[in-house]
């Protein structure tokens, strides 16, 4: 007997269950099941016989050559993407609301369009007037783009299927679309996955690069939980601080291309604008320098990046010391106070910490280790760093400074932007023209140079409080 009622579905795991209830058991989530109808037939012979038909197995080894990729023409867009949508894929591209998704994705698709591609964009969230003003604003509205406005899935892949298949077609959101074959209110799991499935399948038969626009929920996942990630060939996301004016757009998933490159923009009034040198935008004015901040060499994806890192260590009030930390991950701060208390002999680990990235960047990169420990062992003593000084080199649990990759890079950058010196792990032996390098051993060799005299004292515990 076919089942006809209704299943309610977590909306934050997935898990079908056969009543509702306020608690998911399976994720412990609150409040997060909802009722979904049943996928009605889908016509006659929908139902596949017992026995399967054979097919046949085929050579890894091909002679077809790889069709070119779709280049946008926005620089920072094409890079993250692995240069440039391959045709047939299909693109998550998630973020928070507002922070400007459609913007990049319109700016992308009238750049193709200009280049003389058939981009199509979909909006389910605006009218076509809005989507008309917005373009004009950025100054594309002249762009070939073919805009529709529509939320049901079956009304799209019908226009499609109608005309020429599009190079690019982006589809913003896809929360809002939904498909005639379930009952489920659109923007839940069930829709978003079977609309998304449709429209992938879509791409694939027809050989057009789709781009999904989601938008992330509150807990951090892409229209629930991970629905659609793992659907499309690719997942990148648009990330920005509140009050911060750039925006950084990084793949998490890529089936054609690197998962660590970045794409670098700033919103400006007149839509995005590509940055191509970051390190200056995230440096910004260190005209005044005080203690606590050091430039850490970077590297995100092929791309050298300077950031500063700041640090505030401060006498501790009662009880638990605070920690705090933005754009940095905490552990990896515990685990340096940890390793400069214990191989340094500084004593920090009673004091309230605070450490920043400048500019609102996430260092993820460990051998950002150095910079933090010196802007932290900066604050700690009071004495500023040199202001033309970078670092880079990860820190063990031993203490140890641990080199790093692209050394040479790294420096290269730092010498373009106007350092001169560099503490460098030891055993980094490249020359650079213009710059002193310090290669040193441990933690302690960096108290060394920070101040001369770091370690704790009974007095110094005192002085403090
Ligand atoms: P939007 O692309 O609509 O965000 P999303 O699709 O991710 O929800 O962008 C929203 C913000 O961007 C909005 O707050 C206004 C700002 N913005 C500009 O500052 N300049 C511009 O030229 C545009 C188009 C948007
Ligand atoms: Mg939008």
Redesign the pocket.
């Known amino acids: 007997m076919a089942r006809t009622q209704a299943t309610f579905v977590c909306q934050s795991c997935g898990t079908s269950h056969t009543k509702w209830s306020g608690k998911c058991e399976a994720c412990g989530g609150w409040n997060t099941i909802a009722e979904e109808g049943p996928r009605l037939p889908a016509g006659a012979g929908a139902r596949r016989p017992t026995r399967g038909r054979p097919f046949a197995l085929e050579d890894l080894k091909t002679e077809d050559e790889a069709p070119p990729r779709r280049i946008t023409g926005v620089a920072e867009f094409d890079r993250v993407t692995g240069g440039g949508l391959v045709p047939g894929s299909a693109l998550l591209v998630g973020?928070?609301?507002?922070?400007?998704?459609?913007?990049?994705?319109?700016q992308a698709l009238a750049s193709y369009a200009q280049l003389g591609g058939h981009a199509v964009y979909i909006s389910g969230?605006?009218a076509m007037a809005q989507v008309r003003l917005?373009a004009a604003?950025?100054g594309v509205g002249e762009a070939p783009v073919a805009l529709g406005s529509a939320t049901c899935v079956e009304d799209i892949l019908a226009t499609l299927d109608g005309g020429k298949p599009p190079g690019i077609i982006a589809i913003?959101?896809i929360q809002t679309i939904w498909t005639s074959q379930l009952e489920a209110a659109p923007g839940t799991i069930a829709q978003v996955r079977t609309a998304s499935f449709d429209l992938v399948r879509y791409a694939k038969a027809s050989g057009a690069a789709l781009l999904l626009?989601g938008?992330v929920t509150k807990d951090g996942q892409i229209a629930g939980p991970k629905a659609v990630e793992h659907l499309v060939d690719a997942v990148l996301y648009?990330e920005g601080e509140r009050g911060h004016h750039f925006r950084v757009m990084r793949a998490v998933k890529n089936r054609f291309g690197p998962t660590d490159e970045i794409g670098v923009f700033e919103?400006?009034?007149?839509?995005?604008a590509e940055v191509s040198n970051p390190s200056a935008l995230f440096l910004g004015d260190r005209n005044s320098i005080s203690p606590g901040a050091a430039v850490f060499a970077g590297l995100e994806g092929t791309r050298p990046l300077l950031v500063e890192v700041q640090a505030l260590v401060a006498a501790p009030g009662y009880g638990t010391p605070r920690r705090a930390v933005v754009g940095w991950d905490s552990g990896r701060l515990a685990m340096i106070l940890a390793v400069l208390d214990a191989r340094a002999g500084l004593g920090v680990s009673a004091h309230d910490v605070y450490l920043n990235v400048a500019g609102g960047l996430k260092v993820g990169e460990p051998a950002a280790d150095l910079a933090a420990a010196a802007a932290l062992l900066s604050s700690f003593t009071g004495r500023s760093l040199p202001r033309d000084c970078v670092f880079f080199g990860e820190i063990s649990l031993s203490g140890d400074v641990r080199p790093a990759p692209q050394a040479e890079l790294r420096l290269k950058e730092a010498v373009k932007l106007g350092f001169t010196r560099a503490i460098v792990p030891a055993g980094t032996n490249i020359r650079v023209e213009g710059l002193v390098l310090e290669a040193i051993k441990d933690v302690g060799e960096l108290a060394g140079l920070v101040g001369e005299d770091t370690r704790v004292s009974p007095q110094h515990g005192k002085m403090r409080s």
């Open positions: 973020g928070d609301p507002g922070v400007g998704k459609s913007t990049l994705i319109l969230e605006e917005r604003r950025m913003d959101s626009v938008h648009f919103m400006t009034g007149r839509g995005l």
